[in-house]
């Protein structure tokens, strides 16, 4: 099954992906997910992520707060999200997904 484009319409690919990624959220320059994790499953992820992020060139921002593991990928120098930071929310959400089966 193929995408259709329609003429005179431009594709938010940021849009497109998130609708494809459950519970990221886009505010500003920045793709954000708020996780519920105990401290052993942070630390897991945590070091998922330390991974995949190496390999996208992207630098997360995680916290843990109130029992929750926080995440922020945002825009580096040139200020526009790219899909460096979409594929690296989509590992991320990967790895979650396996954490919790």
Known sequence: MSAVWKRGRRRDYISDALSQLTGWVHEGDCLKRTLPLDDTEHAVLTERISVAADTFGVRPHIRRLD???????????????TSAEIGMAARVEAAYQSLSQ
């Open 67 to 81: 029992g929750r593991t926080q995440i922020q990928l945002c825009a580096g120098d040139n200020g526009a999200l």
